[in-house]
Each structure stands twice: as structure tokens, then as C-alpha cells.
């Protein structure tokens, strides 16, 4: 996996009482990481080094999204970027985006692409890898 569950879970982070570590990170998040290494016994030394910061919707990607005559596929690897995305659509375009269908990078970003108002299909595909999200597409399609 390829998420903070999947690098918490590797055997090497299991037993971690009297160890420390460094965590380069970002404002905000999901805060997992670090809280999880506490609780399992280890120091962390969190430091937030960049910033997310989302990027304006091009005119031309609106326009392609506004001439979509076919219901979209969706590949959702990020729920901040999801959000983000669903936020600066103008309200027709945001409805025609949540009537499309979504490949999932993991179960939890599945979760938050129905409570975000998706009503098509919702694949999880076995990584946010690029291969990953297309293969769960097709797999979907059938």
C-alpha cells in the first residue's frame, strides 16, 4: 500500500519502543504517522518542510470538462486533492463530476469520494500507482 497504513504496518515500524525518527512533512494532512509511532514507544521529530497548495482550474481544462459527453473516470489518489478540485468547479460541472465514476487508490479514498456525493462506480485499485487506477477502471468496466 501506498498511504501512511501501508508504511505503518511494514514489519521494520512494529517495534519501535526507544527509537527515533525524523518526519519530513506538510501542514495539515491526516496526522497518522507520527501519533502511531508515539503510541508504539518511539521519539519523532516532526518537521513540516513544504506546503500543499492547490492550483487554479485552467479555462481549458473546464472547457473539456464542460464538453464531456460521456460520463468521466475519475482517478482519485489524494482526498485533499478531491476536495480541492470539487470546491473550484463552478456547481454544474461539480454535479458532472460526481455523476462519473471513480478509481479509488485505497478503501479510505473510496469512502471519501461517497461522502463527497459520487453516485457512479467506485473502484479501489491495488495502489495510487497510474497502471493501478487504470487497471481497476477497466476491471470495472468489465
Known sequence: RMDSEGLLALGELRSVRGCSFGLLAAPGGRDLIAPTLRRRGARVLRAD????????????????????RSRPWIAASSGEALALVLSRLP????????EGDVAAASERLAQAARAAGFRGRIAVAASARPRDLVAAMADAIG
Open 91 to 98: 456547481a454544474d460541472l461539480a454535479k458532472k463530476l460526481r
Open 49 to 68: 518542510v513544504y506546503r500543499r497548495v492547490g492550483i487554479a482550474l485552467s479555462p481549458a481544462a473546464i472547457s473539456r470538462l464542460r464538453a464531456l
